[in-house]
């Protein structure tokens, strides 16, 4: 199966300046996620999709991130304005929901779109 | 959601078997334990998961104690390539739509030598 895709790869920004990154899910994986990795850090959860809706965004900064998820399918997380703290590896995530496995299922990682605030 | 500790760092050489232990104290009864796998300028790469006593894949083994207060994941003659970040994540079952096992910790930087 093809993995999680995201675009672009790299982006270098100007703090106050605004940024998108898109992510496709593997085909069929209901679940998305957005985390945010620091250099020399594991990755932090900033929000999780079940289709279209919103599980949880309890760690996105919603004064300056905003993602959305409009037809349950691709998925695109904005900052708007960067601050220099911003600097991260942005990763997109999806799982499928496979009820019948009582553990659940693992997240698939796409390799993720270093951004950089200068 | 448990709490984990593990080493942030260890070194192998070449063809030794690693083990990297995982504590996980306040494990609830309904959570999994989960380890990943990152290399550098990738995402986290699922490698085993398990509940209790031993679990094993073609990439890995998973070792949990009764009190399930541990475990250890056994990576078995370890060549460069397995040189990573590995990462233990303690979490009740991750179903779309339910707060599962998605807490990453610091990880522990694995570095194998030759």
């Known amino acids: 199966e093809a993995g999680v895709a995201q675009s672009p790869r790299y982006k270098i920004i100007e703090k106050r300046q605004s940024v998108a990154f898109w992510c496709n899910p593997i085909?069929?994986?209901?679940?998305l996620y957005w985390y945010q990795q620091i250099l020399g850090q594991g990755p932090k959860l900033l929000i999780q999709?079940?289709?279209?809706?919103?599980?949880?965004d309890s760690q996105l900064p919603k004064d300056r991130f905003s993602a959305e998820r409009l037809k349950g399918v691709d998925s695109t997380l904005k900052i708007q304005p960067a601050k220099l703290e911003d600097s991260a590896v942005y990763l997109c995530?999806?799982?499928?929901?496979?009820?019948?496995?009582?553990?659940?299922?693992?997240?698939?990682f796409g390799n993720g779109t270093r951004l950089t605030v200068t | 959601l448990a709490k984990t500790t593990q080493p942030i760092s260890m070194d192998s050489y070449e063809g030794q078997e690693v083990n990297i232990t995982c504590s996980h104290n306040?494990?609830?009864?309904?959570?999994?334990i989960t380890w990943y796998q990152q290399f550098p300028s990738q995402g986290p790469r699922f490698i085993i998961q398990?509940?209790?006593t031993k679990v094993t894949n073609e990439v890995a083994s998973l070792f949990i104690p009764a009190d399930r207060k541990s475990s250890t994941l056994s990576l078995p003659r370890v060549s460069l390539s397995d040189t990573a970040v590995y990462y233990c994540?303690?979490?009740?079952?991750?179903?779309?739509?339910?707060?599962?096992?998605?807490?990453f910790g610091k990880g522990t930087k694995l570095s194998v030598k030759p």
């Open positions: 999709f079940q289709n279209n809706g919103v599980v949880d």
């Open positions: 398990g509940y209790k």
């Open positions: 995530a999806s799982s499928s929901p496979r009820l019948g496995r009582r553990q659940g299922s693992p997240l698939h």
């Open positions: 306040n494990i609830a009864t309904n959570d999994y």
């Open positions: 994540l303690v979490g009740p079952p991750n179903y779309g739509g339910s707060q599962g096992n998605l807490i």
């Open positions: 085909s069929g994986h209901a679940t």
